[in-house]
């Protein structure tokens, strides 16, 4: 879905520059959301050099798990559905694998074959009332991990169903993310940060030695942070912030379902989650909006080297375990 520019204050990096190495940005609009990347480099034209590859990174993982475009890999698994099974890269195989271990430990609140509900839920703005609870049925019928079959040896996937779909809406952002960033190490880059739109992946320090830093909002004055923190070689997520929403009669429904009921979740704003990896963290981040706050943290604190802050529906703060706030500025804390 289209993301609004006004998401990007939801994590806000604080720029800095020194003598020599310097940072270069640049900014672009790809899998339907703004990308922020930024290298530390030597010269400009290194820095260009390696924001390239960064963005050809970026395009190629689009291509791939794209379900607008209808060829590729993943298009033809669902345009197969209940047919037949689709041979596909040993990528996208791996990433569905993955996909389906986290539908697990979520206890299928993290589903990517919810995506026949998105003929139901449109959240683009053309929606003009709310679907009938019998579509809902009909459509949620088709939405379940534990029917997508993955043939190991053959490398191939099935959709079991007629009309199954599956869509990298909720995870896609941050394995793109984190492949920029393991592709720009490679080419020995020592520092940078890749932002698609609030989901990030840094490595390295700034050019003046400082920690790359993200902020969460204050939900009580949205122009500002609530907390500062030092991110190091990690990942951090936010799922939702305060514009991605529609409302009807009153009530705010997100752009995330609940696999199970096919209706969108509530009752929460916005997850940030922290993770090694921002693929794991993008699709926690999600999951988290389904499985509620406290059943999220929960699940957060069983996971190693994974933190989150949370902000329900109230403007309460919730956080994992090993979260510790600095500066804090007035609000509610669960
Ligand atoms: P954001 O765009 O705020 O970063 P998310 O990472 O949470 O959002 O992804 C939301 C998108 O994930 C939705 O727009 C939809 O494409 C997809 N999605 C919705 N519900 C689920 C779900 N339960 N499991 C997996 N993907 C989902
Ligand atoms: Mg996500």
């Not at 879905?1 to 310097?22: E, T």
């Not at 920029?180 to 030695?209: H, M």
């Amino acid at each position: 879905m289209k993301i609004p520019f006004l998401i990007f204050f939801q994590i806000i990096l604080i720029q800095s520059v020194s003598a020599q190495d310097k940072k270069y940005d640049h900014v672009l609009k790809q899998m339907g959301s703004r990308f922020d990347i930024s290298v530390v480099a030597s010269s400009e034209e290194k820095g260009n050099k390696y924001i390239d590859i960064a963005i050809t990174e970026i395009k190629r993982i689009e291509k791939l798990i794209s379900s607008w475009d209808k060829h590729s890999e993943t298009s033809k698994i669902n345009h197969n559905a209940g047919i037949k099974p689709v041979k596909v890269s040993k990528e996208l195989f791996d990433l569905i694998n993955r996909s389906i271990q986290v539908s697990k430990i979520t206890n299928g609140a993290f589903d990517i074959s919810y995506a026949s509900m998105d003929e139901i839920w449109k959240f683009d703005g053309t929606m003009t009332e709310i679907p009938s609870a019998e579509a809902i049925k009909k459509s949620v019928e088709k939405v379940g991990y534990k029917n997508i079959i993955l043939n190991d040896n053959d490398q191939t996937v099935f959709l079991k169903h007629k009309g199954m779909k599956i869509g990298f809406g909720a995870i896609g952002k941050g394995y793109a993310a984190d492949k920029a960033k393991k592709l720009l190490q490679e080419k020995g880059v020592r520092a940078g940060l890749i932002n698609a739109s609030g989901d990030l992946n840094c490595w390295g320090k700034q050019p003046d030695g400082q920690s790359w830093k993200a902020g969460i909002i204050n939900p009580l004055n949205k122009n500002k942070i609530y907390s500062w923190f030092d991110i190091d070689n990690q990942a951090v997520v936010t799922s939702g912030n305060y514009e991605k929403f529609i409302y009807f009669d009153g009530k705010r429904y997100s752009h995330i379902i609940n696999p199970k009921t096919g209706y969108p979740a509530n009752g929460i704003v916005s997850a940030t989650v922290f993770a090694p990896k921002a693929e794991l963290a993008d699709a926690l981040a999600t999951s988290i909006f389904v499985m509620g706050a406290s059943v999220g943290i929960d699940l957060i604190n069983q996971l190693k080297g994974v933190e989150c802050v949370i902000i329900d529906d109230n403007n309460r703060i919730h956080n994992s375990k090993g979260i510790q706030f600095k500066n804090i500025i007035n609000s509610k804390k669960n």
